[in-house]
């Protein structure tokens, strides 16, 4: 099957990483796959990077949007089906599939509000399936859109790449991990409160901190760290998709504190896939990923006192530690891996085959 995506967007997210973990699971099913994508875009060059095809498209304004609908019009090869990554390029999707009489796919990976209006739903309906990112997600598009079919629906999360074969925790000094931007919404305020407590009880504990500087700066965390008169706490910055994994393994314990967010939490994901048990909120899509308590904890946002204590139980039982851990290396395995998203691709696509 010759398949084509369209992703209009200039930068690098987790909605182009989606993408992309699409892309790869459909070339290793054997299909021939397109990338139209903004031209010299971030996820264009990488696109080319891979090798793949690449078809330079303009930005996403209405007058851009016009001139990629038609240039898109007249391609050479004329694609078996459509994936949609994004709201801008759906109108764009969706008259192709109409003229071309091929089939469209559509795919969320947020839960921004729709506007909800004849032209929205008639998009939406148009579809011949709407893939979702989590469970959340789909929930939130299936209030938003109330008369659409439940079955076009389907949740598939996001793919891991790679398991850890090394279970292995070592003795003290614990390392406690936390793997996301530096933005209020992540609520390392609260993790450090709680990490105030957790020293209190294990003085040599170590707390990592690893991504990029967005809304707060690591300076401002130092601030309240020395204020909490917090010791060994450690940032690694922003990490490269080679390094991101070393770091995973490195550490006991894996922490998530966000107060919002988490529509697709990739990060949980990477902390399962590494075998750590995880200490995180009921934020988001946490709540469908992390198994309470078959593979860590899950505690209510801006309360570290639950975080800390929850913390001090897996430190005070290493046995513990080794099967949680264990429990979401094996969840990862059969749910969240690159060959269980190939499986579920398979599946939906041959539902459609043309």
């Known amino acids: 099957m010759k398949i084509l995506h369209l992703l209009d967007i200039p930068w690098w997210s987790g909605l182009s990483a989606y993408a992309f973990d699409t892309l790869e699971a459909h070339?290793?099913?054997?299909?021939?796959?397109?990338?139209?994508?903004?031209?010299?875009?971030?996820?264009?060059?990488?696109?080319?990077?891979?090798?793949?095809?690449?078809?330079?498209?303009?930005?996403?304004?209405l007058f851009a949007s016009i001139f990629n609908f038609f240039k898109l019009l007249f391609l050479r090869e004329r694609p078996d089906l459509i994936i949609i990554h994004t709201g801008s390029a759906h109108w764009i999707g969706?008259?192709?599939?109409?003229?071309?009489?091929?089939?469209?796919?559509?795919?969320?990976?947020?839960?921004?509000?729709?506007?909800?209006?004849?032209?929205?739903?008639?998009?939406?309906?148009?579809?011949?399936?709407?893939?979702?990112a989590s469970e959340n997600i789909r929930t939130d598009c299936l209030e938003q859109l109330k008369n659409l079919e439940r079955d076009k629906c389907i949740t598939l999360y996001p793919a891991v790449k790679g398991q850890t074969k090394n279970l292995n925790h070592p003795d003290a000094p614990?390392?406690?991990?936390?793997?996301?931007?530096?933005?209020?919404?992540?609520?390392?305020?609260?993790?450090l409160k709680a990490a105030k407590i957790v020293q209190e009880r294990f003085p040599n504990v170590e707390?990592?901190?690893?991504?990029?500087?967005?809304?707060?700066i690591?300076?401002?965390?130092?601030?309240?760290?020395?204020?909490?008169?917090?010791?060994?706490?450690?940032?690694?910055?922003?990490?490269?998709?080679?390094?991101?994994?070393?770091?995973?393994e490195s550490c006991d314990i894996g922490v998530l504190s966000s107060i919002g967010s988490e529509e697709?939490?990739?990060?949980?994901?990477?902390?399962?896939?590494?075998?750590?048990?995880?200490?995180?909120?009921?934020?988001?899509?946490?709540?469908?990923?992390?198994?309470?308590?078959?593979?860590?904890?899950?505690?209510?946002?801006?309360?570290?006192?639950?975080?800390a204590q929850k913390i001090l139980e897996i430190l005070d039982n290493k046995?513990?530690?080794?099967?949680?851990?264990?429990?979401?290396l094996e969840a990862s395995k059969k749910y969240y891996s690159e060959i269980s998203l190939q499986q579920a691709w398979d599946k939906i696509l041959s539902s459609i085959r043309v």
């Open 264 to 307: 697709v939490s990739r990060a949980t994901l990477e902390w399962m896939a590494a075998g750590k048990p995880v200490v995180a909120t009921k934020v988001g899509s946490i709540t469908e990923l992390i198994q309470d308590p078959l593979g860590g904890f899950l505690v209510p946002p801006k309360d570290p006192v639950s975080m």
């Open 94 to 132: 969706a008259l192709l599939s109409k003229i071309w009489d091929i089939p469209l796919i559509r795919i969320r990976v947020t839960s921004q509000k729709l506007k909800i209006n004849w032209f929205t739903l008639v998009l939406y309906q148009h579809c011949k399936k709407i893939v979702l």
């Open 174 to 191: 614990f390392k406690i991990g936390m793997l996301a931007r530096l933005d209020p919404v992540k609520g390392h305020t609260y993790f």
């Open 319 to 328: 046995n513990l530690a080794k099967k949680l851990g264990a429990f979401n």
């Open 207 to 216: 707390f990592h901190f690893a991504g990029a500087e967005e809304n707060i």
């Open 218 to 248: 690591w300076g401002d965390l130092l601030k309240e760290i020395h204020s909490l008169n917090l010791n060994y706490c450690f940032y690694h910055g922003f990490l490269r998709e080679s390094e991101v994994w070393s770091y995973l």
């Open 27 to 61: 070339r290793h099913l054997g299909h021939q796959v397109q990338l139209a994508a903004q031209k010299d875009s971030l996820p264009y060059k990488k696109g080319k990077e891979l090798g793949w095809k690449v078809f330079p498209m303009g930005g996403r304004h």
